[in-house]
């Protein structure tokens, strides 16, 4: 019987001698090869030489590069995304945070959800080929997972930059808090729980509380509750967290969602200054707004950065009810407390919101009016339209047919406050100081609504606690860094094409230039500005002859917003 046939490779020397008398060692690499049925050489090398006359081999020096290297990287984007980091100082703030690993790894991928909007993560590791990241080695798709449940599992690197970022914050800054929802389908999250989503899809949802400094609209904290809680208790963590910065008692700006009688007296025993929306029908306001009515609306109250607002300010004594949670002396657990605290009301009226809301109502009435007129049968109208059928028409039967009228009384009754808010303060401030400090809040939205759409933050798309928290901080970065070149490029276009009495900046050829500029940047966002200059590449050649490097070429706009941005580049 014949052998088995192993397949096993075997090496071998063997020697050949040159006519000078040098001989030549090699090695050679032997494998049989079953269908040829015999062994056959699969690779041979040199290994030396041993010179005439010697016993000595010297070994084969490494063959001369014949040809040259050369890689290829895109910079536009990453160029810019590498200044804002540097300028803002996030990049400072995680390095301070975080060894330096983890820092590199966190701003890669803060910059990465920058640069691609809606990206997710398993594109990124094909992507950083051919782009420049912090981290150089390159980040899998495990890496990322590996680092957001490293950084969910402690909150050392997390609070670390949040106070970081809270003492970049400019002296006697306000702060503003807001909530968003994030859906997610997962079953594994105990955080996603039923309640108010906002997205309005249904699902379960975990809730996103975020402290943004309204000065520079930076986010400087952000803290994570189960989806069920409502807007009004959550302001008690985010006033503790403040107090965890050592924030020298800033004014607290809060939407209308956070408004309650609990949390006003809550802030008010804290010594905390706020500022948040009132509910118009409160039953303590609206009767202030009442008395205001004559004075809102006089010429000497108009706002002098916004001539449609008309403002004016009362200071009212409010009795605060309390249930007492424990004993205390006298005071029996489950007694009934009332306090009485002194609280500015601030009343606006904004005509332009006034007018808007007006015509959309009357266009309403009207066109339920022209419906019934035509012969349709108030059964047939929606619900809503049967409401105001109701409300807002008079209608009669008579002999020659149905008659339909205004209800003038109602109308004038519904309209009497459109383009009336108030906004509910215990520090005392100047009427349109206080207006300006809540819309500075109001850019919060914008940040919710940049955040979804840039930073994949529309779904959780994690399975574990731990991966969530890292993920939102990942998110929370990559807000930080598109809030700043919003910023800056509002504050250019701000500047962009206005006459300084320069003449030389006044020349007619370089204000052409600025409003050619302006013009473009109406048309564009962020995410475009980024793509348009991602098709900037820099080649780098190395031959015998030394490196060569070359960037491609931009026009003269885009040199001039690089220029005007501030982006300068080694």
């Not at 007018?355 to 009207?366: C, E, K, S, Y």
Request: with cysteine; glycine share 8%.
């Amino acid at each position: 019987m014949a052998r088995r046939v192993s397949g096993k490779i075997t090496t071998s020397q063997f020697r050949r001698t040159q006519k000078n008398g040098d001989v030549y060692v090699y090695e050679r690499t032997l494998q049989y090869n079953p269908e040829k049925g015999y062994t056959e050489q699969t690779a041979c090398r040199l290994l030396g030489k041993i010179p005439a006359g010697g016993t000595d081999m010297k070994p084969t020096r490494p063959g001369c590069r014949s040809g040259s290297t050369a890689t290829r990287k895109t910079i536009g984007a990453m160029d810019i995304l590498e200044w804002a980091g540097r300028e803002s100082g996030i990049d400072d703030d995680l390095l301070a945070s975080a060894d330096r690993g983890t820092a590199q790894k966190i701003m890669s991928v803060a910059r990465y959800w920058t640069a691609n909007p809606g990206g997710t993560i398993p594109r990124m590791e094909e992507w950083q080929i051919d782009h420049m990241l912090p981290y150089e080695d390159g980040i899998s798709e495990d890496m990322c997972y590996d680092l957001m449940a490293s950084i969910g599992k402690g909150a050392s690197v997390q609070q670390g930059y949040f106070s970081a970022r809270a003492s970049r914050m400019p002296s006697r800054a306000s702060v503003a808090v807001d909530s968003t929802t994030i859906s997610s389908y997962s079953e594994n999250l105990n955080d996603a729980r039923y309640g108010y989503n906002k997205a309005g899809d249904g699902l379960a949802a975990i809730k996103v509380v975020t402290l943004f400094c309204t000065e520079t609209r930076q986010p400087i904290a952000f803290m994570r509750q189960p989806g069920n809680i409502p807007d009004v208790i959550s302001v008690t963590n985010a006033v503790k967290q403040l107090d965890a910065f050592g924030m020298e008692k800033p004014l607290v700006v809060l939407d209308g969602g956070f408004f309650s009688e609990d949390n006003i007296l809550y802030l008010m025993k804290g010594n905390t200054k706020f500022l948040m929306r009132g509910q118009m029908d409160g039953k303590w306001i609206l009767p202030e707004l009442e008395k205001a009515l004559c004075e809102l609306s006089l010429p000497s109250r108009t706002s002098p950065n916004h001539p449609g607002i008309y403002g004016t300010t009362v200071a009212v004594m409010h009795g605060f009810h309390w249930i007492r949670r424990r004993n205390r002396g006298a005071a029996a657990k489950g007694e009934a407390v009332t306090e009485t605290h002194r609280v500015y009301l601030h009343f606006f009226l904004d005509c332009d919101r006034q007018r808007i809301d007006r015509t959309a109502f009357l266009q309403q009435v009207q066109l339920v009016k022209e419906q019934l007129e035509s012969g349709i049968e108030t059964g047939q109208l929606s619900r809503a339209e049967q409401d105001t059928a109701k409300k807002y028409l008079v209608i009669k039967n008579t002999r020659g047919g149905m008659k339909i009228s205004v209800n003038d009384d109602a109308c004038i009754k519904e309209m009497k406050h459109y383009g009336q808010f108030c906004l509910v303060s215990n520090s005392r401030m100047d009427t349109f100081e206080a207006l300006d400090s809540y819309m500075l809040r109001e850019k919060t939205e914008e940040c919710y609504r940049i955040d979804k759409q840039y930073n994949d933050a529309l779904r959780t798309r994690s399975k574990g606690t731990f991966a969530l928290e890292g993920r939102l901080f990942c998110q929370f970065v990559a807000m930080g860094y598109e809030q700043f070149l919003y910023g800056r490029i509002r504050k250019m276009k701000s500047m962009l094409a206005v006459k300084t009495k320069d003449p030389v900046h006044d020349a007619s050829k370089t204000l052409k230039a600025e409003k050619a500029l302006l013009n473009w940047l109406n048309k564009m966002s962020l995410a475009k500005i980024l793509d348009w200059f991602d098709a900037r590449q820099e080649t780098t050649v190395d031959t015998k002859f030394g490196r060569r490097r070359w960037q491609t070429e931009i026009i003269e706009r885009d040199k001039l917003f690089l220029k005007y941005l501030g982006v300068t580049r080694d």
